[in-house]
Each structure stands twice: as C-alpha cells, then as structure tokens.
C-alpha cells in the first residue's frame, strides 16, 4: 500500500540511485493508488446512471402501458423505443 505522499522538495531529499528509485517506486504507487480510486468513482457512476436508465424505461413502458397505446413487438407505434442491450434503450426519433 502506497504511503503518504512526500512534499515538492521531496526530489532535493534524493542523494543516489537507490534514494531514486525508492522515490519514483513511491511516486508510480501513489499515481496507481489515484487511478484505481479515481476508476472505482466513474464505475460507480456508470453503473448509478445504468440503474437509472433502467427505471425511466420500466416507467416509460409503465405509462405505455396506461395509457393504452397500441405496440407491434413491445414497442409504441410512435415514439418507439429501441432496444440497444440487454437493458439499454434510447427514444427513437425518426
């Protein structure tokens, strides 16, 4: 696990290569470490907007349903909405 991060100055604090390599071996942890963290944030988010997706087309075919349109294949006639995956649809605006 990565350590705290060292100051600017860290650098002038480098006296050999072993001192160097300790120092870029820290740097490329603590960049990995932000990178996993910073992955697991927009994954996260993808997921949440996945989820809410799925619930706008389950009201969406809700409020077809009420509303009684006429569907060919689970779609409205007008304003039909295209499958894209498995759980994934957009309005089709043709």
């Known amino acids: 696990?990565?350590?705290?991060?060292?100051n600017a100055n860290a650098l002038d604090d480098v006296n050999?290569?072993?001192d160097l390599d300790n120092f870029v071996k820290e740097l490329m942890d603590n960049m990995q470490t932000r990178?996993?963290?910073l992955s697991e944030n927009i994954l996260d988010r993808v997921d949440n907007m996945g989820s809410k997706i799925d619930q706008l087309e389950k009201s969406?075919?809700?409020?077809?349903?009420?509303?009684g349109i006429e569907t060919s294949?689970?779609?409205?006639?007008?304003g039909a909405v295209k499958r894209l995956g498995k759980s994934r649809a957009m309005p089709n605006f043709e």
């Open 1 to 6: 696990m990565a350590t705290a991060p060292r």
């Open 73 to 78: 294949n689970g779609a409205a006639k007008k």
């Open 35 to 37: 990178f996993n963290r």
């Open 16 to 18: 050999g290569p072993e």
């Open 60 to 67: 969406i075919n809700e409020l077809i349903d009420e509303a």
